[in-house]
């Protein structure tokens, strides 16, 4: 069983039917309980990082993510969910992430041309073609984006694909079986079904 993450700030119901059209049982989950109960566990989110974190721990979800996470059962976050992981983010100073890796998440830099958010279609370069998750997506594809905000891993390692805008950022990571993307596959077709129907077969 698959649990959605709910605090409040995630398009629940798209990444729900898109998990349950690769054949993934999914439940919304917004406390300590629904986590305890999963295989695996989706984090979706879009919105502010310091919202995000306020929400987490105003509904008790911070230390049961963190145990979530460190478990080793399969785990990915989306966009928001993705950033949540870090230590922190230039968005909101006062808000500490979940700290699960360190690194900050940084605002794209302020340039002629350069439109922020980025919102579309961009390409993913694959790093680690070996990731689970990018099994059967070829290199080059296009994903869906819509952020302002990114993380830089202070662990280059963990990064498993990489795409350009203004400034080459990590659109992917994966440690173990923690796995996280600032592009919304629910939101990429083809290719971001495919990535989570890898993430549902784990």
Same mark, same amino acid.
């Given at each position: ?7 409040g /700030? ?9 998990l ?8 919304? &989950? $917004?406390?300590?309980?629904g986590?305890? %109960? ?12 310091g919202?995000? /974190? ?7 979800? !911070?230390? +049961?993510? *963190?145990?979530?996470?460190? @478990?080793?059962k399969?785990?990915? $976050? ?5 950033? &949540?992981?870090?230590?922190? @983010?230039?968005?909101d ?7 699960? #890796? ?5 605002? #794209? ?8 958010p980025? !919102? ?7 790093? *680690?073609? @070996? ?15 819509? =952020? @302002?905000?990114? +993380? ?5 390692? /963990?990064?498993?694909a ?7 950022? &990590?659109?992917?990571?994966? %440690? ?5 993307c600032?592009f =919304? +596959? ?13 993430? &549902?077969?784990?």
């Amino acid at each position: 069983m698959i649990a959605l993450v709910d605090y409040g /700030m995630g398009n629940l119901r798209s990444v729900e039917k898109a998990l349950q059209r690769v054949g993934g049982k999914v439940y919304i &989950a $917004g406390d300590a309980d629904g986590l305890s %109960r999963a295989d695996r566990v989706v984090m979706p989110g879009v919105g502010a990082f310091g919202d995000c /974190m306020r929400n987490l721990a105003g509904q008790g979800l !911070i230390e +049961p993510l *963190k145990r979530f996470i460190r @478990s080793g059962k399969p785990f990915l $976050g989306i966009c928001l969910g993705y950033q &949540a992981l870090f230590e922190r @983010s230039e968005e909101d100073d006062r808000a500490a992430g979940l700290g699960i #890796f360190k690194g900050c998440v940084t605002r #794209f830099p302020a340039r002629r041309k350069l439109k922020v958010p980025q !919102i579309g279609w961009n390409r993913i370069e694959m790093k *680690k073609k @070996s990731c689970p998750l990018l099994r059967g997506v070829r290199a080059g594809s296009y994903v869906y984006f819509v =952020h @302002s905000y990114f +993380p830089k891993p202070a662990d280059r390692g /963990m990064i498993c694909a990489e795409t350009e805008y203004g400034i080459r950022f &990590a659109s992917m990571i994966w %440690r173990d079986r923690i796995f996280a993307c600032q592009f =919304h +596959p629910e939101k990429s077709q083809e290719i971001g079904l495919k990535i989570l129907e890898n993430f &549902a077969r784990l």
